[in-house]
């Protein structure tokens, strides 16, 4: 049985032990605990990581009992791989803050040391079907490592905090060796486009290796980067915030604060949270707005955090300071504008403040996604608060009815503290519902279903790049077994192959040259000649109607036999219910995707971004895809990237049993040429007896047995191999 292999530099569990002596573990808490715990828990797999401390029998015993797999650290180990490279540089960097890291050769040799012993640990309780999925920075090389010792390895790595842009990369000077450890996985996860987009570049950049459509190809296998953004779980959340514990709180507050206006801020203390510049940009707001005094209070939690490392006691420190002077400059006795807490909090008093606050103040200088901000939103229940989030925020790129604000800018984020004061209750409401409704949709659960079916899905089955051929020289090939056959078919795609693409499909009429190969074609009594596309029958009939010739229409949905043939629907066409689950994701991906489109179909609705962003328009397809393979798991559809394209349709409609029924009509054919440039020809090139000729249309990989480069090379092609009658 296929078993999820889970791995992150510490243990989900603490071990203690109880006055009988037995040792007991204590799940931990945060976002990934609770999104990965309870798959966890009800498979049979293995979590893998420090269990931080040292361990007696009975420990290790209940460790074993709960599948996990210690790695142990030394103290020493630790401060020269966790606080030394992992958070004194690869930190410092990915948050684009280099002034604050330090780069030491032996911190990384350690660092090394350190992932060597995980990959170790992964290897040895790796059997044959397993998935492993890596978390985050601390453990950038193990993929690397794992896939030297077992080469068909299925394995993924998540980074939980932004990817950089290359010029930023660059600056580790162990760039190149943790490139190398990253592309040993199946897929690489990232919360958002841009960090994906940083990747690829740096993949190009520093380890010279091309990604084509988000994947490298590595010595017969894929390397793909994927974007799934961590999501928390609401119903925890509203659960919470609604419990007696939280709503004691919330009485407690409520009692303390009277009817002041709270600016809310929950960070764990790191120089990136930029909460030096929060209590600037407050202090602003007071100085601005004398009649605010008094009336807005600022509570400001810091969670203690790495206070080992110097930078983050003088961070404790510079905030510390600013408190004491904003709330000796505005405060009066008994009343200061600055509540400050030092500690860590309970979850039930946390969402007891996300629903008593009037703004939660997120505004980090750097953050891979940042929870609060949807703990916050979940936590509402309200709908009376507002979000002001930083756009340096992962969290931005999902959360766009948050008022978005630049840190760095004080007297700008000042002035959105004032007007979120203002707002209109309805605008609240309205903000918060829309992002509501967008994290229960891609909850922290999704997000972690989302990521391990990527790391399963298999890798596509065309893998092979048959060179490609000049015309003259395929025909040279070809024409001696066409003239010899009695009884041949041609089957041709139509955008792509036979004509170029265009940004708008309407405008890909077909050319007078097209029209003439076709009718050399036609002109051959042998012949039985298809047009097999994913255009609509409408539209196939206004530009070839006129032609004796089969069309065949959406992908295989619709087929007509002849000049006066009635349009015939395919036998494997269902019901369409699941079109209606679909529209709402695909109506919400064009949204996000400008220059992009939906066609829906008889049996197949299609998302279109061939006039979007080239590289957002990839993005976005590949996410789309995955969410698609998800929500659909269960219906009679499959979901196909083509050229340009995310096509779902239902299953048993392809051009493969287009070409069947194509056979079993009009053959058996002794030759059979197909021509086409993308997935869904693949279906008809496998359709194929082995005797068969395709030919693929492009630089992409393919089952088919030739290639041409383009459109032209196509035509060219055909004119030589169906010359005009004399």
């Known amino acids: 049985m296929a078993r999820l292999l889970l791995v992150s530099n510490r243990l989900p569990v603490t071990v203690r032990t109880s006055s ?67 958070n004194s540089s690869i930190w410092p960097v990915f948050h684009y803050l280099p002034e604050r890291a330090s780069f030491d050769r032996s911190q990384f040799q350690t660092y090394r040391q350190i992932n060597q012993r995980f990959a170790d640990a992964v290897v040895k309780v790796t059997q044959p079907g397993d998935t492993i999925w890596i978390q985050d920075y601390q453990l950038m090389l193990v993929p690397g490592m794992i896939r030297e010792q077992v080469p068909d390895a299925q394995i993924g790595f998540f980074l939980h905090i932004p990817f950089p842009s290359s010029e930023m990369f660059s600056l580790l000077p162990e760039r190149q060796e943790i490139l190398q450890g990253l592309l040993g996985a199946n897929v690489v996860g990232v919360h958002t486009y841009d960090y ?25 296998r894929r390397c793909e980067i994927a974007t799934f953004p961590i999501g928390i779980d609401v119903d925890y959340w ?103 807490q030092h500690q860590s909090m309970a979850p039930a008093e946390l969402a007891a403040l996300y629903r008593i606050a009037d703004i939660a103040f997120v505004a980090p200088l750097r953050d891979g996604m940042n929870l609060v901000a949807k703990e916050f939103v979940a ?29 760095w800018d004080v007297d700008g984020t000042a002035d959105a503290l004032a007007n979120a004061l203002e707002m209109e209750p309805s605008d609240k409401t309205s903000r918060i519902d829309a992002m509501l409704e967008r994290l229960r949709r891609n909850d922290v659960h999704r997000w972690a279903t989302r990521a391990i079916r990527a790391i399963d899905r298999p890798a596509p089955s065309m893998t092979t790049l048959p060179p ?77 109607g006129h ?58 609705v299609v998302w279109h971004y061939r006039a979007a962003d080239n590289d957002l328009g990839k993005w976005q397809a590949r996410e789309l895809t995955t969410q698609l393979e998800y929500a659909l798991a269960n219906q009679p559809v499959e979901v196909i990237e083509g050229s340009s394209i995310v096509e779902i349709r239902q299953q048993g409609v392809t051009k493969g049993a287009a070409f069947r029924a194509l056979e079993q009509t009009f053959g058996p054919f002794d030759f059979q040429l197909a021509i086409g440039d993308d997935t869904t020809d693949e279906d008809m090139f496998a359709a194929l007896p082995e005797s068969g000729i395709s030919i693929h249309v492009g630089n992409t990989p393919s089952r088919a047995s030739e290639r041409l480069s383009g459109p032209p090379e196509v035509r060219a092609f055909l004119r030589s191999l169906f010359p005009p009658a004399e």
């Open 238 to 340: 509203q659960q919470l915030a609604a419990s007696k514990e939280s709503e004691a709180h919330l009485s407690q507050f409520r009692e303390h604060f009277g009817d002041r206006k709270i600016i809310l801020g929950v960070e764990r203390l790191d120089y990136t949270k930029g909460i030096p510049l929060k209590l600037e940009a407050f202090r602003r707001l007071l100085e601005l707005q004398p009649e605010l005094r008094g009336n807005v209070v600022m509570i400001q939690v810091v969670v203690p955090s790495r206070e080992d490392i110097d930078s983050y006691a003088q961070q404790r420190q510079e905030i510390e300071q600013i408190v004491g002077q904003i709330n000796g400059e505005y405060g009066s006795p008994g009343s200061v504008p600055i509540h400050y």
């Open 468 to 544: 490609a051929r000049e015309p003259d020289e395929l025909l040279e090939l070809i024409k001696p077994r066409l003239d010899r056959a009695i009884k041949p078919a041609v089957l041709l795609d139509y955008d792509g192959t036979l004509r170029e693409f265009e940004n708008m499909p309407s405008d890909a009429t077909p050319t007078s040259s097209i029209v003439r190969i076709l009718e050399n074609i036609h002109a051959d009594q042998r012949v039985q000649l298809a047009l097999v596309s994913g255009r609509d029958a409408k539209t196939l009939d206004a530009w070839f």
């Open 379 to 407: 936590s509402q229940l309200d709908r009376s608060g507002t979000l002001l989030l930083s756009e340096f925020a992962g969290a931005a790129s999902e959360l766009g009815e948050a008022v978005r604000i630049n840190p």
């Open 547 to 604: 032609f004796d010739i089969t069309l065949v229409a959406e992908h295989g949905a619709w087929m007509r036999v002849g000049k006066n043939a009635q349009w015939i629907m395919a036998e494997s066409l269902l019901d369409d219910a699941w079109k209606k689950q679909v529209m709402g994701m695909l109506d919400e991906y064009t949204q996000r995707t400008p220059g992009s489109s939906v066609e829906e179909k008889t049996a197949a």
């Open 196 to 220: 994906a987009r940083h990747f690829v570049s740096s993949v190009l950049r520093v380890a010279g290796v091309h990604m084509r459509e988000g994947a490298a190809e590595l010595g017969g």
């Open 20 to 86: 009988s002596g037995k040792a007991i573990l204590d799940r931990s808490s945060g976002g990934l605990v609770s999104a990965l715990g309870p798959i966890h828990d009800a498979g049979e797999g293995l979590w893998i990581g420090n269990p931080d401390g040292e361990l007696d029998d009975g420990a290790r015993e209940a460790l074993s009992h709960g599948r996990y797999v210690p790695v142990h650290v030394t103290q020493e180990e630790t401060d020269g791989y966790y606080y030394g490279y992992s």
